[in-house]
């Protein structure tokens, strides 16, 4: 089992920067990448960013792109998002993500393991 707990949620103004984090314990060794969704009232849950734990391959979804930008720490097993000009739509409960497949994958239902998320919200 792996176990990821998120931080650095809040309320930002339009424009402003925020900074996630996922700290992954456990079986770690078993998950090829991390990466970030998020779920908006309403919404289905949507692919943010990925992050491939051996070269640090990155992959975005158009949305956020320019935007965001994920990374990761592998000696301190951490995982961070760093979101600059905001924007209301972003606003979401942001989920770390972990999966064992070794190609890139957007599909929820592909990552095996989950944070208990976090509420970033973007105020106008």
């Known amino acids: 089992q792996v176990q990821l707990v998120e931080s650095g949620g809040g309320l930002v103004l339009a424009g402003g920067s925020l900074r996630l984090s996922c700290a992954a314990s456990?079986?770690?060794?078993?998950?090829?990448?991390m990466g970030w969704f998020r779920q908006a009232p309403g919404k289905e849950r949507e692919f943010v960013a990925g992050?491939?734990?051996?070269?640090?391959?990155?992959y975005y979804a158009d949305s956020v792109k320019g935007r965001f930008t994920i990374s990761r720490d592998n000696a301190e097993n951490t995982v961070s998002l760093r979101m600059n000009s905001l924007k209301p739509e972003d606003t979401a409960v942001y989920y770390c993500?972990?999966?064992?497949?070794?190609?890139?994958?957007?599909?929820?239902?592909?990552?095996?393991?989950w944070g208990q998320g976090t509420q970033v919200t973007v105020s106008s």
């Open positions: 456990g079986r770690t060794y078993s998950t090829y990448f």
């Open positions: 993500a972990a999966t064992g497949s070794t190609r890139s994958t957007v599909v929820p239902r592909n990552w095996n393991y």
């Open positions: 992050i491939r734990w051996g070269d640090g391959n990155t």
